[in-house]
Structure formats: structure tokens, C-alpha cells
């Protein structure tokens, strides 16, 4: 696309900034309790490496969940892409040939982000496992795939679920 003629990218800068989330460091005994596990898992990622995948190298890898260009927002820089260094955080932490640490669940449309990260884990020794939602059950937080058709189950239009924002057939506003 850069290099198309007469077509001109530009930077656009928005206030969305994605994370990976550890509900788990709050629970004893949690490999994410220990400060250098999650300090490891930082170093396991090559934002710059998503930044050009994803988004053309458009974002702004950042080190806080507040993008930095809001008034007020601290500039935090990421810690570096090193898996060296997070394979050495891991095994100071006690986890020298890693640990299993469950689902990684990206909210639709970052199912191509969520990859490279469990990619990028398990370079390291973090083995997730990628879970992918529907982008209508997602924002619902629907975790159990008895829920999810339950949910589909009650919003049936005409005998057929539909997804997210598309129009009923008109048979279907007919029935």
C-alpha cells in the first residue's frame, strides 16, 4: 500500500491502546503474582513486530494503558523485545522450563495480535492456548460454549442467529 501511487497513508492517532490482561496476579501462589513473570512475558513480545503487522507500523507501542499523547498521560516506554531476558526472568522466578499458563482470549478483530502473542510465549516457555470469541458473544464476556448458544438460542430471528449488526432477511420480518 506505501508504495502505491497517488495514494498517501497518514498517521492516525487514536485513544485505543490494547494490553494483555492477568486477572491471576492477585492470586498467591499465581505464576503471574511474581513481578518478573509478568516483567518476562513483556519482554516476550515484539510490539514493534505487531506495530508493522497490524497496523503498518501506524501505533504507538507504549508501556501504559493510557495512550501517551492524552493531556496528563505519564510517557512509560515498553520494556524491550529480549527473549533472552525473559527466559532469565522466568527462570529466576522458578520457572525454568516455563509453565502452562492457560487461555489467552483476544476480543475480535485482534485474533492476528492474540496469535503473535502465544507465539511469542511460547518462544519463551508461557504455553497459552489461543481461545477465539465470536464477535457477538465477546463483549458479552460469554465464557462457557453453553452460554454462548444459549445466547445465540435467544436471539434467533426468523430460526437463524445472525451476527452483529446485519439485518433480519425479509422473510424473516415478515414471520
Known amino acids: 500500500m506505501k508504495r502505491t501511487a497517488g495514494l498517501t497513508l497518514t498517521a492516525m492517532r487514536t485513544n485505543g491502546v490494547l494490553w494483555v490482561e492477568f486477572p491471576e496476579q492477585w492470586t ?11 516483567a518476562a512475558a513483556s519482554h516476550a513480545i515484539d510490539r514493534q513486530a505487531i506495530n508493522e503487522a497490524e497496523s503498518l507500523g501506524y501505533s504507538a507501542p ?5 495512550p501517551r499523547h492524552q493531556e496528563f498521560a505519564l510517557a512509560i516506554d515498553p520494556l524491550p523485545y529480549d527473549p533472552k531476558r525473559a527466559r532469565a526472568l522466568l527462570a529466576e522466578a522458578g520457572y525454568p522450563n516455563g509453565f502452562e499458563a492457560g487461555e489467552l482470549t483476544p ?5 492476528g495480535m492474540g496469535e503473535a502473542i502465544v507465539n511469542y510465549f511460547a518462544a519463551v516457555g508461557i504455553k497459552t492456548h489461543l481461545r477465539t470469541m465470536e464477535r457477538r458473544v465477546a463483549p458479552l464476556g460469554v465464557a462457557r460454549q453453553e452460554d454462548a448458544r ?5 436471539h434467533r430471528v426468523g430460526g437463524a442467529t445472525r451476527p452483529l449488526g446485519s439485518k433480519p432477511s425479509r ?5
Open 107 to 111: 476480543f475480535p478483530p485482534y485474533t
Open 150 to 154: 444459549r445466547f445465540r438460542r435467544r
Open 171 to 175: 422473510r424473516a420480518r415478515a414471520a
Open 28 to 38: 498467591q501462589g499465581s505464576p503471574w503474582a511474581d513481578r518478573r513473570v509478568r
Open 62 to 66: 507504549t508501556g501504559n494503558i493510557v
